[in-house]
């Protein structure tokens, strides 16, 4: 066996153990020559240092910045308080000492439990809040007896405030405590240095998507130390840099009237305005506070919020994706008119169904509208005209029209979380379904398609921006919620998405054909008496997305449980010859888009139209001139 | 009476049979050595370094005792064992200072980690002595196989010191094992190659603008971090110019035991642990670091030593790559702290204060010890 192994070998092995004798000799006297670098070459220099090493830096993090609405009504911003923080390090009974300061001030179990998660989630040797937020009584009573505390201090913080608390809280989203998950991040971006000393980050809506915007650069002061390493007197400042302030586009007082227009309901609303891209107002009820996210939620609050049936976490208006129902029959319209399958005056008779494959698709009207055109199809909302164009354009046919406008697609909004929604057509459904039967397109599929019914399933967002690019005569904005990052300390400001994403051509006769039919909707149609005595002129169409196949029953919403209901749309703008505004309501449930969808659209165009501060041309000219040099 | 006087001598002797005496001689000048350190840097932790080394040189004489041939025979199930406790701790491990390495086993908390340290190299010298005769291509390639898994495993949590320790410590026996040199030369001159031009031309390489191709941004930042700690001088910058500051003050005789000011003013991070040679340098001088230099040489000599004589295939890779580990541990942590080589979380070895290192380590040298009396039992 082995202990006659061929002496070749064991000749091998003897020379490599030399090798690695002689590499291991090497290295060592690699590191006897650093040495000698380091103690004798440079011992002065070094000595110099370390006799005027008394110095230590400490970070100083950066003011965050402020995010306000478009007339500069604040939406987030910090204020001063105190906390209690202990440095673990310097601390050798934690649980007694903590003990001990919950004599002096008040310390709940809910404090403990976050302090033992920071504690161990924390890197270094930086002091570890217990309390935050003290009074001021609090704050004396504890410094008058430090003495008795070693490592235990008082600090004066910045905290973060959301003054219109649950208004628009799915948009501005909130900052958190930097968890071992952020960490990993910040580390993967290479900003551990700028984040030393910080202990938020954002963590939801604009929070999150503009957090290297808004969190600023950290400075250092140079601190000149005693020999017990406490800090005596600042020597030098590399002072902070304050991070940039957001201002929106969103009108806070706009998204409020809309927010108090839903009540109780559930649903979503995204207006914006055609002509930047910029979102007017974001709704997706019901809200959250986001005020109780800062300092870490509470487990109660975090399950009322986590279990209730009504999602209030979930944005619906960005995330949330439901059939479009009969707000897809103006894009259905210019399809079929930019196809060439449709004219304008075409005219074709409804008898209240198409028949398709030996089944009844039927109109909502019982009997049908009569001769209709693509006027009349729009205003009265015929489905047997649009059951026969989908049929005319085929699947494919449709959902390379609808694509460009943005259906099924993330529109690339800034606010983050944005769902795809689905755009059916057979090549998706070949990616969605695994069985060879599921995969299989089906004609009829194609007729239910073309009503907005079936696999439609969009986002408000989508439907907004996508109509906000139908009366902006194709041209197509990344719909935006930030409108300019302003530097806090020059007040530079730097603007968002000023260009258009892409252009579709479309022709303006067409488009003029599709606007005016969507006007009469409201003028006699189907959103006539949402909009009625309304004192301006508007644009609009009603839909109703089904929730529940009801097999060939007769649709009676009290027999359905409310959840089963369908839900009702609304999209409009207004002024009609040059719209400042388009938007998209949807109410979960809410029955059919003209009776609770259509309400909502009204005050919320009422109050942008008449109410709403209008924009001082004068007070941004010069800056917009200023950048352009 | 004389059955009283007999009987602890017979005790006694008994007990010193298995311990080598050169290495008993070399570790306890090393552990005398971390004592006095401790002492200056973090005196009130003296008892429990006590526990510690009481704990090591325990476990050390057990392993010592074992021959072996039997550790070997042990290596396979130690192995498995191993990976299945780094799978747990990927699933159930705690998170401690932002790494998921701890395992907790209701009593107390394990760092499997620890144990792939001793099972890798065991693992693959088994696996080498099985195949003697007749290693091939393929035996290289399963042995990459075995290191890489546990690596792997070690490198997510994420560990870059100990992953590094694992990764040598297999490496070594391949090395050892007869893996042909000109699959060696060529990776080493591309290292060294790469590593060089980035250390020389790096003040070019960093500035802002330059794209590295290869790299993503950020690892771009992470490499220039290291070669110009100034930019992060919070962080792992501060230690290292904290570091080096301690050591070059200290000069060619030291400021004297317990009068290191980097040490005592609380300049120096980590200053019992992983930074503890800086507060040996500063304190002792050059004289103190070449002292140093000179028992860890002693040690890597005699452990080189019992490799030459060691009587299987299996002992003679396992003693190697134990003595290169050894190497690894001083070598990595004396150029991190002088500034030499990046800040990973390897400790000074058989000085640096804590347990587990301290353990693992001296298993490394019980099993030497084991190697060199088997040898002897053997032959004799």
């Not at chain 1, 998204?255 to 007017?280: C, D, H, N, W, Y």
């Not at chain 1, 693509?374 to 059951?387: D, F, M, P, R």
Request: glycine residues 10%; contains cysteine.
């Amino acid at each position: 066996m082995t202990e006659f192994a061929p002496e070749q070998r064991a000749a091998r092995f003897r020379r490599r153990v030399v090798v690695a004798g002689l590499f291991m000799f090497a290295c060592l006297a690699l590191l006897a020559a650093r040495f000698h670098h380091l103690q004798v070459a440079r011992h002065e220099y070094y000595l110099t240092r370390a006799e005027d090493n008394r110095i230590a830096l400490m970070p100083v993090s950066p003011n965050r910045g402020a995010i306000v609405d478009r007339n500069g009504v604040p939406l987030a911003r910090n204020y001063s308080a105190y906390t209690l923080e202990i440095t673990p390090s310097a601390v050798a009974d934690l649980g007694a000492t903590i003990d001990a300061l919950g004599e002096i001030v008040a310390i709940d179990e809910r404090d403990r439990q976050r302090f033992r998660k920071l504690l161990a989630e924390s890197r270094n040797f930086e002091g570890v809040p217990i309390r935050s937020r003290l009074s001021d009584e609090e704050v004396a009573r504890f410094v008058a007896q430090r003495y008795r505390f070693p490592g235990v201090d008082v600090q004066a913080r910045l905290f973060r405030e959301y003054p219109e608390g649950a208004s628009a809280s799915h948009v501005i989203g909130y900052i958190g405590r930097i968890n071992t998950r952020d960490v990993e991040a910040i580390e993967g971006r290479g900003e551990e240095a700028n984040y030393r000393g910080s202990s938020h980050i954002g963590k939801a809506g604009l929070e999150r998507s503009y957090e290297a915007e808004l969190h600023g650069r950290t400075g250092y002061d140079e601190v000149e130390v005693n020999a017990g390493g406490g800090a005596v007197r600042a020597l030098s400042r590399t002072p902070a840099v304050q991070g940039n302030d957001l201002e929106l586009t969103l009108d806070i007082e706009l998204q409020k009237v809309a927010e108090k227009a839903f009540g109780e309901r559930r649903g979503a609303l995204v207006a914006i305005e055609p002509s930047t891209g910029g979102v007017l107002a974001l709704v997706s009820t019901p809200t959250f506070d986001p005020n109780l996210f800062v300092d870490g939620i509470s487990v109660p609050d975090w399950k009322a919020l986590n279990e209730s049936p009504d999602h209030p976490l979930l944005n619906r208006a960005i995330y949330s994706t439901y059939p479009p129902g009969s707000t897809y029959k103006p894009f259905m319209a210019l399809a079929g008119l930019e196809s060439g399958k449709r004219t304008i005056t075409q005219r074709m008779p409804d008898p209240g169904y198409f028949m398709f494959g030996g089944h009844r698709f039927m109109d909502d009207k019982v009997g049908g509208h009569g001769m209709v055109d693509l006027h009349k199809s729009i205003v009265v909302s015929c489905n047997t005209y649009y059951y026969q164009l989908a049929n005319d354009l085929g699947i494919d046919g449709i959902a390379a029209f609808m694509a460009p406008f943005g259906f099924g697609a993330r529109t690339g909004i800034d606010v983050p979380g944005e769902a795809e929604g689905v755009l059916p057509s057979p090549a998706w459904k070949q990616r969605r379904f695994r069985k060879p039967e599921q995969q299989r397109w089906y004609g009829g599929e194609t007729i239910s398609v073309g009503i907005g019914q079936g696999y439609n399933a969009f986002t408000p967002l989508q439907l907004a921006n996508a109509l906000a690019t139908l009366v902006n005569d194709g041209k197509m904005f990344r719909p935006h919620v930030v409108r300019y990052v302003v530097d806090a300390a020059t007040g530079a400001r730097r603007m968002i998405e000023p260009e258009p994403m892409r252009v579709l051509d479309l022709d303006p006769r067409h488009l003029a054909a599709v606007r005016a039919a969507m006007e009469d909707v409201n003028r006699t149609g189907t959103g006539a008496r949402a909009f009625r005595g309304a004192d301006y002129t508007s644009g609009g169409k009603t839909g109703t997305a089904q929730v529940f196949s009801l097999r060939g029953q007769r649709y009676v919403a009290g027999r359905l449980a409310e959840r089963l209901r369908d839900h009702s749309w609304f999209i409009a703008y207004a002024p009609a010859d040059a719209p400042s505004i388009a938007l998209a309501v949807l109410v979960e449930n809410g029955g059919f888009g003209s009776a609770s969808a259509a309400p909502i659209a009204r005050q919320v165009l009422d109050y942008h139209l008449l109410h709403a501060r209008r924009d001082e041309p004068a007070a941004e000219d010069p800056e917009a001139v200023a950048e352009g040099e | 009476m004389i059955e009283f006087r007999f009987h602890p001598l017979r005790l006694l002797t008994a007990l010193l049979r298995p311990l080598d005496p050169a290495l008993m001689l070399i570790l306890g000048a090393l552990l005398g050595y971390a004592f006095v350190l401790i002492a200056s840097a973090s005196p009130e932790r003296m008892d429990s370094q006590i526990v510690h080394v009481g704990v090591a040189l325990a476990a050390m004489w057990l392993v010592a005792s074992v021959p072996i041939q039997r550790l070997l025979s042990l290596a396979l199930p130690l192995y498995v064992l191993g990976v299945l406790l780094l799978v747990a701790v990927e699933l159930f491990g705690e998170v401690s200072k932002g790494a998921q390495r701890w395992l907790d086993v209701g009593v107390t908390r394990i760092q499997p980690s620890e144990l792939m340290k001793i099972a890798m190299p065991l693992m693959l010298a088994w696996y080498f002595q099985q195949r003697e005769g007749r290693i091939g291509v393929a035996d290289f390639l399963v042995a990459a196989g075995l290191l890489a898994l546990p690596v792997g495993l070690v490198v997510v949590q994420p560990d870059l010191g100990t992953s590094l320790l694992v990764a040598a410590s297999g490496v070594y026996v391949i090395f050892f094992a007869g893996l042909p040199w000109k699959l060696i030369v060529p990776v080493a001159v591309v290292g060294i190659v790469g590593i060089g031009s980035i250390v020389a031309f790096g003040d070019t390489l960093c500035q802002p603008g330059v794209d590295w191709q290869v790299l993503r941004e950020y690892q771009k930042n992470r490499v220039c971090t290291l070669l110009d700690p100034t930019t992060d001088p919070l962080g792992k910058g501060f230690h290292i110019i904290q570091s080096t500051i301690a050591i070059g003050s200290g000069g060619v005789f030291g400021k004297g035991w317990l009068s290191g000011t980097q040490t005592h003013l609380a300049f120096l991070p980590e200053r019992h642990t992983d930074f503890v040679f800086a507060v040996l340098a500063e304190e002792f001088g050059l004289m103190g670091t070449l002292v140093l230099l000179l028992i860890y040489l002693l040690l890597l000599a005699r452990g080189l030593q019992i490799a030459m004589n060691a009587a299987t295939l299996g002992a003679r890779l396992l003693a190697g790559a134990m003595t290169m580990v050894f190497f690894t541990y001083a070598f990595v942590n004396m150029g991190m702290v002088s500034g030499i080589l990046p800040v990973v979380g390897v400790p000074l070895p058989f000085i640096s204060y804590g347990g587990t290192a301290l353990v693992t380590l001296c298993l490394g040298v019980g099993i030497l010890m084991s190697i060199q009396r088997s040898r002897t039992a053997g032959s004799a």
